[in-house]
């Protein structure tokens, strides 16, 4: 898997991202089936005044947010609570998932509220950034249902406890 991984924010170096990333990523492709060889994807780790810009610009919302993710291709379900569709390598068989953005003050704050460890918190993020890229989402009841299951169940085998509890 090549995860390419840009430190906007100097305060990200004390977490072991690159480690975290993949896997993350990895543990969710592992249990989607997928074969995370030739995967790619990139995570910019940022401030809130960044990812404050860019939820603006993308979702008209000017404010900071924990996570954002930008899929290379749509892949959502047509129907509530159906799996999106697989992604496909290309023809020299790459799959590109596309890019993550998080945020470190929002996710320190998060993490701090929740009584978790800041780690634990940005693997949540990760795990869900990454299956946000896979085409999942969490407007539609079911689809919530869905991908909050994955996350806890894809957790749980790394150890990390159930963040919708």
């Known amino acids: 898997?090549?995860?390419?991984?840009?430190l906007d924010d100097p305060r990200?170096?004390?977490?072991n991202l690159d480690r975290l990333v993949a896997m993350a990523a990895g543990a969710v492709l592992a249990r989607l089936g997928i074969d995370s060889e030739e995967t790619e994807?990139?995570?910019l780790a940022c401030d809130d005044s960044r990812i404050a810009s860019l939820n603006a610009e993308f979702r008209g919302k000017p404010s900071p947010t924990n996570v954002l993710s930008w899929p290379a291709e749509m892949r959502a379900a047509e129907r509530d609570g159906d799996l999106?569709?697989?992604?496909?390598?290309?023809?020299f068989g790459c799959l590109e998932l596309g890019d993550i953005a998080i945020a470190f003050e929002t996710c320190s704050r998060e993490a701090e509220e929740a009584g978790k460890t800041l780690e634990a918190h940005t693997t949540h993020l990760l795990v869900h950034g990454v299956l946000h890229l896979?085409?999942?989402?969490?407007?539609?009841d079911r689809d919530a249902t869905l991908m909050e299951g994955l996350e806890?169940?894809?957790?749980?085998?790394?150890g990390i406890e159930d963040p919708y509890w």
Not at 12 to 15: D, E, I, N, T
Request: aromatic share 6%; with cysteine.
């Open 134 to 140: 896979l085409g999942f989402d969490h407007v539609r």
């Open 12 to 15: 990200w170096s004390a977490l």
């Open 152 to 158: 806890t169940e894809i957790l749980g085998k790394m």
């Open 1 to 6: 898997m090549l995860c390419d991984i840009t």
């Open 41 to 43: 994807l990139s995570v």
């Open 84 to 91: 999106p569709e697989p992604p496909e390598a290309d023809p």
